[in-house]
């Protein structure tokens, strides 16, 4: 009988009855064919890996991550409880150890969601892999975390709320901002003052292949969480990196993928993007389920793959090996960086613009943080989206510290109702989610 | 009248059954080397004295081919499998003579690589050069085009006795269970044939010109000339035919457990709307898992007459089966025992029974009385932690869209319907303790599963 070396996990909800819009990339069929694939190859059958029903998130997972303007349910819909859903559910019998690792493969997606959510960007809500996070956090106890997103899009909403966490590692590899949506995801962002070294950006040139992405994996990825040591390893595994993917410009392959996990061994993936939904997503995803798995997938190969096509220029190798020993100095001097960006600051403001492509939102940021060496500090957040909302927003972090934590209740008990149409406190520390908006 | 007629490894069953009911019931014992006999004996035997013309059809279950597939028992059949990309195809393999060849079709029924003739021809040599006379094709993805399959059949041509196409076995994706279930086919097709043969000289032979059925695992039949084509559909009908007994006298609407109590075994299914809920892959037979369709069923090793034992302190019942219960003569003491021993049976040897439940009450330290009430209740309660953990498996069966998570209802039994085992001698004794397991659930002592926090929340 066939059996997984690792007993593995499946969620799988293809949300065959929702999209954004009839013709968007992010619709109905996109998981149809990774479905036949893989009930056609009869991974299901095999003895160790698991499918789960999906749950549910409740609104207190949802609000312990994010500032929902004007309010949750604005924001999420059914299917964004059930992906969001699906990811908690697979971390679940992570950690009650049913199984050893475990693959959401749900849509819709969550990369792109910041913190504040006014809207829909980059096709998504509300961001599935931290409310799951911060879920099993908060039931389980987990400290430390990292996060490698390797869609082909920057995951700058991950990095949003993650930005002043020095307890969760991020770490993104995508095709360089310069040349994709969001834009962002440079070798100098670094995570916040409080945080430096805690974000990781690996930003690659188009055109890079299987060595390329592997190399950075071996060589940048694999080293910086030897040395943080996660307790969990989350991949926020988009598949947009793909050679035939339509909205992108990179070159990797299923077999490019399948390694990309044996290597990283995730204890849960998350489908992210990944929109080459009849040539590439059937393929990559039943590799990525067999590399799980600890099974043989040297025969999963898209009908048209052909590594020599594919392969990447001696250019693009060099500026590959060049980002990650860059990567590698910044993560070995991550305290003195750190130390520069507080200096002796004790609030360090910030201000942001931020587009929300998908449903053509402007917001602007005003961030105040609390420079803390004890924690990740007090955060108020004053958000403005145009003709929308104005909104105020606390968070106080898990771990906070309790000078931290006070300045985080004295912003939320002081704030002028009168100017926000709400204002908002995640206390992480006391797990309480509240609001308060003059009354009309 | 309709003839009924099961034929089984060691005995035949034949019944002739008319609007009154059961007419006649006789038992041959089956002699497998020549199977025409034995059918045209009980045929013979059940239609003494009746006017054939009175008789309109004959309805046919057999356990032959599963006997050879759980036995091990089939001939050496040759498979040839066309992968293209994906799981390594050998992982699949049936037996020695198993080809993998050229060829591939995607998901969406394209071409992604050619099969190759010349090889083919070369595997076609080999098989022949092997003596092997049935022969399974298998490509994957073939539901969505069967080009492949057709291609390598037209290949094949006459040069074997017969030849299985995976597309013509089932519509669903999977290509594991539809090389296992193709295998299958080709495995038990000669005794199948020998059956089939058996019955149609035997009917013309008796001059009875019918419309013939055959019984398949989902509860519902077929043709039985189609059965020629598809003999792994004869397995395992016997639960289905049982549970399909039920539907008559199920509630019609709401969900019903139907819990058959027999002497060994207690088989359980779940009717919805007086459906019956399908396995969602296929049947399991021995280590195959194919497409054959059939109705989610459990079977699990208590009944009336399972062995009770008292094991360090602790009652066990089952699974074995030594024989009836006491108070029938038996020689060890069983779970009817105890109901007769309580009061809610009669016409059984008491005396024998307390007997036999004393030696287990000395055991437990407590009374005769209270070691039958014990075993009763410990009987009981496995069979409803059993049928339990079936709603709750078959609730967890995922779904891919919205609607059907968010509005999908999860399925509990408002109904129980207990069917008596056939208990030798007493039909009385499996009714009561029909009565007595009715009484139980209605005492509100069913495990009701837990509902998700999230199911009670309005969203919106
Ligand atoms: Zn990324
Ligand atoms: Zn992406
Ligand atoms: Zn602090």
Known sequence: MLRARNKTGLVFFPAFDWAISPTHPEREERLLYTQDQVFEEGILDIEGIIEYKPDLVTKKDVQRVHFCVPDLWAVMTESHFISAGGAKTIAMAVMEKQVDCGFALVRPPGHHAGRVVHGARGFCNVNIEAIMIEYIRKAFGVDRVAIVDTDCHHGDGTQDIYWHDPDTLFISIHQDGRTLYPGTGFLSEMGGPNAVGATVNIPLPPNTSEEGILHVIREAVLPILEDFKPEIIVNSAGQDNHYSDPITNMNFSAQGYAELTSLLRPHIAVLEGGYAIEGALPYVNAGIILAMAGMDYSHLKEPDYNPERIRQSPEVTRWVKRSCEKVLENWYQRRQLGELARGDARLIQRDRKIYYDTDNIYERQHETLRVCEDCGGALLIDSAAQDRKHILAVHIPRKACQHCHDQGLAWYEEADLEVYDKVYLQDRAADVMKEKARSA | ?460
């Open chain 2, 1 to 460: 009248m309709i003839i009924g007629l099961d034929v089984g490894g060691t005995h035949t069953d034949v019944v002739l059954l008319g609007k009154e009911g059961l007419v006649r019931q006789i038992k041959v014992s089956t002699n497998p080397s020549d199977l025409f006999a034995t059918v045209l004996n009980g045929l013979e035997k059940i239609t003494e004295d009746v006017d054939p013309g009175r008789i309109q059809r004959a309805v046919l279950s057999t356990t032959l081919a599963t006997n050879r597939i759980v036995q091990q028992r089939m001939p050496e059949v040759g498979m040839i499998i066309s992968a293209g990309p994906g799981m390594d195809p050998e992982l699949f393999r049936t037996g020695p003579h198993y080809h993998v060849v050229k060829g591939g079709i995607d998901h969406r029924g394209r071409e992604i690589a050619a099969i190759d003739a010349d090889e083919i021809h070369k595997v076609v040599d080999v098989l022949e050069k092997k003596g092997i006379r049935y022969v399974g094709v298998v490509s994957k993805f073939s539901v969505r085009n069967p080009a492949h399959e057709l291609a390598i059949a037209e290949i094949l041509g006459k040069r074997f006795e017969k030849v299985f196409l995976g597309h013509r076995i089932s519509g669903a994706l999977n290509f594991p269970r539809r090389i296992a279930t193709t295998f299958l086919n080709a495995s038990v097709y000669p005794i199948h044939k020998d059956f089939f043969e058996a019955v149609v000289k035997s009917l013309a032979q008796k001059g009875l010109k019918l419309p013939i059925r055959i019984l398949k695992p989902d509860g519902g039949n077929m043709r039985f000339a189609s059965s020629i084509d598809y003999p792994a559909q004869t397995v395992l009908s016997g639960p289905a035919a049982s549970v399909m007994g039920s539907v008559a006298f199920a509630p019609q609407s709401d969900t019903c457990m139907v819990m058959d109590i027999g002497g060994t075994t207690t088989d359980m299914a779940m009717l919805v709307n007086g459906v019956p809920v399908l396995d969602p892959a296929g049947i399991k037979i021995g280590e195959h898992k194919t497409l054959i369709r059939s109705l989610d069923t459990i079977s699990i090793g208590i009944g009336g007459d399972s062995v009770v034992r008292v094991v360090d302190g602790k009652i066990h019942i089952g699974p074995d089966r030594m024989g009836v219960a006491m108070a029938y003569g038996g020689p060890v003491p069983t779970p009817t025992d105890a109901i007769f021993i309580l009061g809610i049976g009669e016409g059984g040897d008491l005396e024998k029974a307390r007997a036999g439940m004393k030696a287990l009450a000395d055991e437990l330290q407590v009374d005769v009385q209270t070691a039958a009430q014990q075993v009763f209740d410990q009987a009981c309660q496995t069979i409803l932690n059993e049928a339990g953990a079936m709603v709750e498996r078959i609730n967890a069966k995922p779904v891919y869209t919205v609607h059907e998570l968010w509005e999908g209802s999860r399925l509990q039994p408002r109904h129980y319907m207990v069917l008596g085992g056939p208990a030798p001698g007493s039909p009385r004794v499996s009714r009561v303790w029909a009565t007595a397991r009715w009484k139980w659930c209605r005492a509100g002592r069913w495990p009701t599963p837990s509902v998700p926090a999230w199911r009670g929340q309005r969203v919106r």
